[in-house]
């Protein structure tokens, strides 16, 4: 979906960063930069970079909430015993720039639920100070991951929801920005 909004943003006239963890997709519109990153730290760290920056952030990527605690520098010989991992929470990105956010800027969450959707998506717009987030549901078939089509809510700082039929995520970054140049104006 990241992708698929910087395009439809770019061709809006916005000039993009597009901060992308490590995958294959490509790109190409001269107004987007492209900064790829691999861990979930560096995504942060470049993004605090970025936003002031920006007049509009879309946290579309699906970081993960845990890291692995200790890393080891070599690697693991199986044993017959089982092996324990400790983890750790990983910088939330969203949360973190909702808290330097002026109110001159556009916040844009994502949130992928399994349960009680609605109702964690209108917990995460007050927590993490958004303007709106994109609800996807696991439930519907086509939508989320590994599909060229996705299906959504978008619900707002009112917690007005607005649903849509399953798309391909071009039509939808279009529902979305849609939504974005509306709050801009």
Known sequence: MGFAIAETLAEQGAKVFL?????????????????????????????????????????????????????????????SEELSLDLTPNKDIA??????????????????????ELENAQKKIQKKNLDFIVLN????????????????SIIDANNKKSEFELKSKKEVSLDIVNKIIELFK
């Open 95 to 116: 949360a973190s720039l909702g808290k330097i956010k002026t109110n001159k800027q556009i916040l844009v969450g994502f949130a992928l639920e399994t349960n009680n």
């Open 19 to 79: 901060i992308s963890g490590p995958v294959s997709q490509k790109i190409q519109h001269a107004n987007i930069q492209r900064i790829d990153v691999l861990s979930a730290e560096d995504m942060y760290q470049e993004s605090i970079k970025q936003f002031s920056k920006c007049d509009i952030a879309v946290m579309a990527a699906a970081v993960a909430d845990y890291k692995v605690k200790n890393t080891a520098d070599k690697k693991i010989k199986r044993k």
């Open 137 to 152: 549901s696991l439930k519907d078939k086509g939508a989320g991951f590994g599909h060229d089509t996705n299906k959504i």
